[in-house]
């Protein structure tokens, strides 16, 4: 079946720019996870959505970061007035409800210039 | 502060032998431990998970932990260089059981 899909795979953008980024998770995977990756380093975790439940947002690194999740469909992380410290590969995964087997999508490469 | 510490390589071994990855956690309560396979550029594959204490074999990979010393490896026999690549231990969070806590990767050089 299909596996986790993100949008868009590379994203170059200015410094104070706000970007969108989509993930849409796995049919049937009712909890969805937001990760950042800084180059060379392991994942650092954002948010955590699973069904109608309160999001865990403990991970998100300032206001300027937000995620929404429509029911257990897509979601978008949104970073407002990016700044060159944003520059990361921004990677959603899906998983089980209960089952903390995750798998991750291609993720998306941010390049703040 | 919640950690999982690998040594960041390169390992380096020959074709056909045994690599052995190895991780060490500082939550005493976790719980679930993952192997993930990242290749350059690529996002993690989950290859391994295991829960309970002992060996879990799944074709030329062994996962094996030991909750009491905190520690958790990965052995991949008859090594291969496509088996190259950056393995990444994740635990998962005693308090948020769905959080897991990644390590930074070990980085695995299988030569021809």
């Known amino acids: 079946g299909a596996g986790v899909s993100q949008s868009p795979s590379n994203k170059v953008t200015e410094k104070g720019k706000d970007v969108e980024l989509r993930c849409d998770p796995i049919?049937?995977?009712?909890?969805l996870y937001w990760y950042r990756q800084r180059l060379g380093q392991g994942l650092e975790f954002l948010i955590y959505f699973q069904g109608n439940s309160a999001p865990d947002k403990s991970g998100l690194p300032s206001d300027r970061f937000s995620a929404e999740r429509t029911g257990e469909s897509v979601s978008t992380l949104t970073i407002q007035r990016t700044q060159q410290e944003d520059s990361a590969v921004y990677l959603c995964?899906?998983?089980?409800?209960?089952?903390?087997?995750?798998?991750f999508g291609p993720g998306t490469r941010l390049t703040v210039t | 502060q919640k950690e999982v510490e690998q040594n960041s390589g390169p390992l380096s071994v020959p074709e056909g032998a045994i690599a052995s990855l190895n991780c060490t956690y500082s939550?005493?309560?976790?719980?679930?431990f993952f192997w993930y396979r990242q290749y350059s550029g690529k996002s993690p594959e989950l290859i391994m998970f295991i829960y309970s204490n002992g060996d879990k074999e799944d074709g030329r990979f062994t996962a094996q932990l030991n909750k009491a010393s905190q520690y958790v490896s990965l052995l991949i026999r008859d090594s291969q260089p496509s088996d190259s690549a950056t393995y990444l231990c994740?635990?998962?969070?005693?308090?948020?059981?769905?959080?897991?806590?990644f390590g930074s990767g070990t980085r695995l050089l299988v030569r021809p």
């Open positions: 049919s049937g995977h009712t909890a």
């Open positions: 995964a899906s998983s089980l409800a209960g089952i903390y087997e995750q798998y």
């Open positions: 994740a635990v998962n969070n005693e308090d948020s059981s769905y959080k897991l806590i």
């Open positions: 939550d005493r309560g976790s719980q679930s």
